[in-house]
């Protein structure tokens, strides 16, 4: 990795730590460059634009939430198993990160920009509707390998899924449930039991 690149990448985990608290609003090139040591012109040198540094920052905490959550377990045998071992990594991202200590970064940019049109907005739309969309596929392939029912609805349970750890990003965090982590395996364990293909 070159100076730059490293540079970069050391900016851009700082703007997801900070993001993920403050949320985009929050931050801003002269915030950042006084926490890093850096010019502020130096910074904005890598990114042109606030609105360009924050699509870097949805690029990049995409790129390290694959890394941590779907390559390793695409190494898991297919279908309930890969499914099950998703879930569970999907949980340690959202619950011990240290790159993100205001929590998931998705989460907290939904609320923030949901309903302000542009090209930022567009990416975090478009990553959420791959999840999705992967998320789907996984259960497609639990029906194609006989472990889910064969009238089971993807999509749903796609959404289903999602809803769950949503969930339990509130409880969790504004509610400060105890309960949550319990409450939302239990969801997840009905969910899978009403997914299952009778025997």
Same mark, same amino acid.
């Given at each position: ?10 900016? !851009? ?11 985009? @609003? *929050? %931050? ?6 006084? $926490? ?8 904005? +040198?890598?990114? *042109?634009?606030? #609105? #360009? ?11 390290? =939430?694959?890394?941590? %959550?779907?390559?390793? /377990? ?5 279908? @309930?198993?890969? %499914? #099950? +071992?998703?879930? $569970?990594?999907? &949980? ?14 998705? /989460? ?28 789907? $596929?996984?259960? @497609?392939?639990?029906?194609?390998? *006989?472990? =889910?029912?064969?009238? !089971?609805?993807?999509?749903?349970? +796609? ?5 769950? /750890?949503?969930?339990?990003? =509130?409880?969790?965090?504004? &509610? ?7 409450? /939302? #395996?239990?969801? =997840? +364990?009905? &969910?899978? @039991?009403?997914?299952?293909?009778? %025997?």
């Amino acid at each position: 990795m070159s100076k730059g690149q490293q540079t970069r990448s050391t900016i !851009l985990s700082e703007a997801m730590r900070a993001a993920s608290v403050e949320g985009f @609003q *929050g %931050i801003s090139i002269g915030m950042l460059a006084e $926490r890093l040591g850096m010019s502020k012109s130096g910074l904005f +040198a890598h990114f *042109g634009s606030k #609105e #360009e540094l924050e699509k870097a920052v949805l690029d990049e905490t995409a790129k390290r =939430f694959m890394d941590a %959550i779907w390559a390793p /377990v695409m190494r898991e045998p297919r279908g @309930q198993p890969r %499914i #099950e +071992a998703l879930f $569970r990594r999907w &949980l340690d991202w959202t619950q011990n990160n240290a790159d993100l200590p205001g929590g998931c970064l998705f /989460v907290a940019l939904a609320a923030e920009i949901d309903d302000k049109a542009g090209p930022v907005r567009d990416q975090l739309a478009d990553l959420q509707r791959q999840w999705q969309a992967m998320l789907a $596929r996984s259960a @497609q392939i639990a029906i194609q390998e *006989g472990h =889910f029912r064969a009238d !089971l609805d993807p999509k749903q349970f +796609a959404f289903e899924m999602q809803a769950i /750890v949503l969930g339990l990003n =509130f409880y969790r965090r504004l &509610l400060q449930d105890p309960a949550a982590i319990r409450r /939302v #395996e239990d969801a =997840f +364990a009905g &969910l899978l @039991q009403r997914s299952m293909r009778p %025997i």
